[in-house]
Nanobody, 123 residues
Framework: QVHLVESGGGLVQAGGSLRLSCAASGQTFSWYAMGWFRQAPGKERDFLAA????????YYADSVKGRFTISRDHAKNTIYLQMNSLKPEDTAVYYC????????????????WGQGTQVTVSS
């Protein structure tokens, strides 16, 4: 089992940046592909980015490509989501997730989830 804890959310003005962190504990971190998702009030949970077990490949939703960057640090058992050029429509609760199989875009394929961190972008 993997325990995930997100941090780094907060209030930022449009055009600003935030870096989210997701610390993993439990089973070996490198066994898992990792992903970031977000959910705004009244909406479905959307895929944002994923990274393979090695960190050698990354995948992004079109809505964040070029603005968000996913990375992982095996020494710290942590993944990050660097978010630049933030927009009010980026406001949501952001979740990290772990998948022992693939770095996919479907939330249902991920086995473990963090509790989420709120990101609010003001206009």
């Amino acid at each position: 089992q993997v325990h995930l804890v997100e941090s780094g959310g907060g209030l930022v003005q449009a055009g600003g940046s935030l870096r989210l962190s997701c610390a993993a504990s439990g089973q070996t971190f490198s066994w898992y592909a990792m992903g970031w998702f977000r959910q705004a009030p009244g909406k479905e949970r959307d895929f944002l980015a994923a990274i393979t077990r090695s960190g050698g490949s990354t995948y992004y939703a079109d809505s964040v490509k070029g603005r968000f960057t996913i990375s992982r640090d095996h020494a710290k058992n942590t993944i990050y989501l660097q978010m630049n050029s933030l927009k009010p429509e980026d406001t949501a609760v952001y979740y990290c997730a772990a998948d022992p199989k693939i770095a996919g875009m479907v939330s249902g394929s991920y086995d473990y989830w963090g509790q989420g961190t709120q990101v609010t972008v003001s206009s």
